[in-house]
């Protein structure tokens, strides 16, 4: 199954790559081009034991991918998932413009 992953942060990155590792095709959105630009070099910016081998794997697979570009991920993913903060507006809102 083709699968989007809009984010990859902590919950994001561990989901994708998990999907993955089940054996689906999932591409990564985030707008951080340099956190992007690490995992397409295989570095992980975050801490999860385990993670790095799994994103390897996958990634060596061609299962898993990460672009900045949403259009990419729109039109890849049968699904697509946010998995990006909502930080609270001064008045404690939801502040949805990520």
Do not use: W
Not at 24 to 36: F, M, P, R, T
Not at 42 to 51: F, M, R
Not at 80 to 91: K, R, Y
């Amino acid at each position: 199954m083709n699968l989007t992953i809009h984010g990859s942060g902590y919950v994001g990155l561990v989901t994708g790559a998990c999907m993955a590792d089940a054996g689906n095709q999932v591409v990564c959105v985030d707008i951080d081009a340099d956190k992007i630009a690490l995992l397409q070099q295989g570095e992980i910016p975050i801490h999860e034991p385990g993670l790095a081998g799994i994103v390897s794997r996958n990634c060596a697979a061609g299962r898993l991918t990460f672009t900045t570009d949403v259009a990419v991920g729109v039109q890849h993913g049968l699904f697509q998932m946010i998995a990006v903060g909502t930080p609270p507006d001064e008045d404690g809102s939801a502040d949805l413009q990520y």
